[in-house]
Nanobody, 124 residues
Framework: QVELVESGGGLVQPGGSLRLSCAASGRTFSSNAMGWFRQGPGKEREFVAFINWSGTSTYYADSVKGRFTISRDNVKNTVFLQINSLKPEDTAVYYC?????????????????WGQGTQVTVSS
C-alpha cells in the first residue's frame, strides 16, 4: 500500500511559479513510476506529466511542456512538480499518482494509488 500526500498549492498571479510536492509512504516508492494529473473547474481530470522509477525519463502533456518540470527524490520518497509561467488555465486541483511499475503512462487507469490533491489557483 502506498499513501500519497500532495502539498505546495496556492494562489499565484499569472506568470508566477509554484513547486508542488508529493510525499509517499511505503517501501516501494523507488519501484513506482509517478505521475501528476490535474482537474480544472468543470473539466475532466487530465494527464500532466510522468517520471519513471529512476528519474531518468519524463514525459509531459503538450499544454505544459517547457513550463513544468517533474522530478523525484527516491531517498526522501518524494516527487515534485515545478510549475513556472503559470496561466489562468492552469487553475486546477493537482493530483499525484503512483503506478506499480517502473515506467509511467499517460492513462489514469494505469495508476494504482492517488493522493487527495492540492489546489492551484492562478489569478490576478
Amino acid at each position: 500500500q502506498v499513501e500519497l500526500v500532495e502539498s505546495g498549492g496556492g494562489l499565484v498571479q499569472p506568470g508566477g511559479s509554484l513547486r508542488l510536492s508529493c510525499a509517499a509512504s511505503g517501501r516501494t516508492f523507488s519501484s513506482n513510476a509517478m505521475g501528476w494529473f490535474r482537474q480544472g473547474p468543470g473539466k475532466e481530470r487530465e494527464f500532466v506529466a510522468f517520471i519513471n522509477w529512476s528519474g531518468t525519463s519524463t514525459y509531459y502533456a503538450d499544454s505544459v511542456k517547457g513550463r513544468f518540470t517533474i522530478s523525484r527524490d527516491n531517498v526522501k520518497n518524494t516527487v515534485f512538480l515545478q510549475i513556472n509561467s503559470l496561466k489562468p488555465e492552469d487553475t486546477a486541483v493537482y493530483y499525484c499518482a503512483a503506478k506499480r511499475n517502473l515506467y509511467g503512462t499517460t492513462r489514469q487507469g494505469d495508476y494504482d494509488y492517488w493522493g487527495q490533491g492540492t489546489q492551484v489557483t492562478v489569478s490576478s
